[in-house]
């Protein structure tokens, strides 16, 4: 007997009434149900995690965790009803959702800087996990992909560019020789915003403020901190708009170049930020990284595109999920031979593709490692900007060679207690 049907027994019990399963959870009682604790539910967390978990036939939402009781209250309510239950719990200390044994696997969706602490606190007590990316830093990364590694926990880095089938042929034609000899990638991402400074207000009695600040250096509350499209631009909480999309399509261009657990040799990087402020991400910027394969990828800031050039042709994508374009269209609409080079994916999408995992204990099509290298990416293009100093890079001992400054800036001290090994 499990501990939830031990308690439900006891509960029976001790009751003058019988309280049955299916009344606590509703007519899709877990059963043999994957369950699923939610961390973090804003806007992302409910409209697209949340909602993805719940068409699942064989996933079950049981418990919900933020650190504004408005936005928990609404993903409880939203749970609850789907399953025509009250079986879904709430809590504020995402910590109560990782110790309770009933709990399979955890979907987080909070801001970056807790991405790879909560994660690995959820491995450690046995739980598989799907994250939203990136990390913070290349260290955090590292230290992931290697606890993954270790416990065969089944890990998935949550976007869903390997699903869509622009990105997934993209890398194929690529990888198939399509274009000839891949010589070059050019990319470009959305820039930045320009925020104003605030000054400090009381945070509302909506908000766990310190524990929504966590590992991050203590910083006063202000009344847009805490929102995703300001958060993202401060150095403590992400990478900004750069780190954000280029998860996206820097991991189609490290997919087609068969780089994706590896990385570059060569990055360097301009960018301005906006100067005085505490938003201060870089919002416009341009990256050139160098493969040991003789392979150039540009980003710049300004766009959602990706294009692949070769010695022999090009194909690419003008903007996010748009369409293929090429130099000859049936480098892009000729299907892929069955002799030829077929890269794995899920077309359900992340969440699909997370729950087939952790019945089979494969890896899926994300995992801490590939995530990594590409969160890396991010990291080494931010850390070259911000030191205006080009960067040699070894990816297999992840080391910066020539810049003890920039090695430095590999990784980032969490404000007590929090720990990534300890916590």
């Not at 007590?125 to 065969?152: H, M, W």
């Not at 080079?341 to 992340?350: K, M």
């Amino acid at each position: 007997m499990n501990r939830r049907n031990f308690l439900i027994s006891t509960l029976a019990s001790i009751s003058p009434f019988y309280i049955s399963k299916n009344e606590i959870y509703g007519k899709n009682a877990p059963s043999n149900k994957i369950t699923i604790g939610m961390i973090g539910t804003g806007n992302h967390g409910i409209h697209r995690n949340l909602n993805m978990f719940l068409r699942q036939k064989d996933a079950q939402i049981v418990a919900v965790c933020d650190v504004f009781k408005s936005r928990m209250l609404k993903a409880q309510s939203m749970v609850n009803n789907h399953y025509e239950s009250k079986g879904c719990s709430i809590h504020s200390d995402f910590r109560e959702i990782l110790d309770r044994d009933d709990i399979d696997a955890v979907m987080i969706s909070t801001p970056d800087h807790w991405h790879s602490l909560m994660s690995a606190m959820a491995i450690r007590r046995g739980k598989d996990v799907i994250c939203e990316k990136p990390t913070l830093t290349v260290a955090e990364g590292r230290y992931i992909s290697d606890l993954v590694k270790k416990t065969g926990k089944v890990f998935q880095t949550s976007t869903e560019d390997r699903s869509l089938f622009i990105y997934h042929r993209l890398a194929e034609a690529v990888r198939n020789g399509r274009i000839g000899k891949l010589e070059k990638i050019k990319v470009t991402l959305p820039a930045g915003q320009r925020f104003p400074n605030e000054n400090p207000t009381p945070a509302p009695d909506d908000l766990d403020y310190n524990m929504w600040l966590g590992p991050a250096p203590f910083a006063p509350y202000t009344k847009s901190r805490t929102k995703q499209q300001h958060w993202r631009h401060v150095w403590d909480y992400s990478g900004g708009k750069f780190s954000d999309w280029g998860m996206h399509q820097l991991d189609t261009a490290q997919w087609a170049n068969d780089t994706e657990r590896t990385g570059p040799v060569r990055v360097h990087g301009k960018g301005t930020v906006n100067e005085g402020s505490m938003f201060n991400t870089f919002i416009d910027y341009e990256i050139n990284y160098t493969y040991s394969n003789g392979v150039k990828l540009n980003v710049k800031s300004g766009g959602t595109s990706i294009h692949f050039f070769g010695s022999e042709g090009w194909c690419g994508s003008k903007s996010w999920d748009s369409g293929l374009e090429a130099s000859n269209k049936n480098i892009v609409k000729d299907p892929i031979p069955k002799n030829g080079i077929h890269l794995f994916t899920c077309r359900e999408g992340e969440h699909r593709n997370f729950l087939d995992c952790v019945k089979s204990r494969n890896e899926p099509y994300f995992p801490a490692e590939i995530g990594h290298r590409c969160a890396t990416l991010c990291h080494l293009g931010n850390i070259s900007m911000r030191l205006d100093q080009g960067l040699d890079w070894n990816p297999v001992s992840e080391k910066i060679t020539n810049n003890k400054n920039a090695t430095s800036m590999l990784t980032k001290e969490m404000r007590r207690p929090w720990d990534l090994e300890k916590s």
